[in-house]
T-cell receptor, first 117, second 116 residues
């Protein structure tokens, strides 16, 4: 099976612009989660989509949004970019089955390195 | 907020030695997972241990879980230079009904350096 793919791999934007990142999950996986990784805050959960619906959301401002398509591919959008949004954005896919009996094991893509100047 | 806290933050050893990393967490969990990240790349899943398990092995990896102390350890035996990476523990917190919260909570990681 092909792994999780993310595009683009690198991106440079200026403050005030908006950006869209894309993630294609492993075939058959219906859940896509997004994480932001910075040296100061570490890995922080942004949101999770399952079957085109946002199922969980982390503690990020409304400038961060996402969506999922019927083929499970997901996009995340950041509007009005700030310098502090510079980070590695990681996408992870899983089968999305939550509950005591299931593992919620996640498979990560290589990430998109966003630099805001 | 960070649930898992890894200890130590950095570890430097020689090839062939064993490396032990510890993780502590705060809430009840369904499972705890360990991931490896090479230099700013994506995370690779290493091993998952469920809350009703105490120890698990996978190749050179051994993970223990003590739910009474809310702690876990990852042991890498006979380390190699290729093991140089950051290691993260991630918890799947359980809800009151026993189900999953639906997202993993990561610690800040242990940076392991294995010198040849």
């Amino acid at each position: 099976k092909a792994g999780v793919t993310q595009t683009p791999r690198y991106l440079i934007k200026t403050r005030g612009q908006q950006v869209t990142l894309s993630c294609s999950p492993i075939s058959g996986h219906r859940s896509v989660s997004w994480y932001q990784q910075t040296p100061g805050q570490g890995l922080q959960f942004l949101f999770e989509y399952f079957s085109e619906t946002q199922r969980n959301k982390g503690n990020f401002p409304g400038r961060f949004s996402g969506r999922q398509f019927s083929n499970s591919r997901s996009e995340m959008n950041v509007s009005t970019l700030e310098l502090g949004d510079s980070a590695l954005y990681l996408c992870a896919s899983s089968d999305g089955l939550a509950g005591r009996l299931f593992s919620y094991e996640q498979y990560f893509g290589p990430g998109t390195r966003l630099t805001v100047t | 907020s960070q649930q898992g806290e890894e200890d130590p933050q950095a570890l430097s050893i020689q090839e062939g030695e064993n490396a032990t990393m510890n993780c502590s967490y705060k809430t009840s969990i369904n499972n705890l997972q360990w991931y490896r990240q090479n230099s700013g790349r994506g995370l690779v899943h290493l091993i998952l241990i469920r809350s009703n398990e105490r120890e698990k092995h996978s190749g050179r990896l051994r993970v223990t879980l003590d739910t009474s102390k809310k702690s876990s350890s990852l042991l890498i035996t006979a380390s190699r230079a290729a093991d140089t990476a950051s290691y993260f523990c991630a918890t799947d917190p359980s809800m009151n009904y026993g189900g999953s919260q639906g997202n993993l909570i990561f610690g800040k990681g242990t940076k392991l350096s294995v010198k040849p």
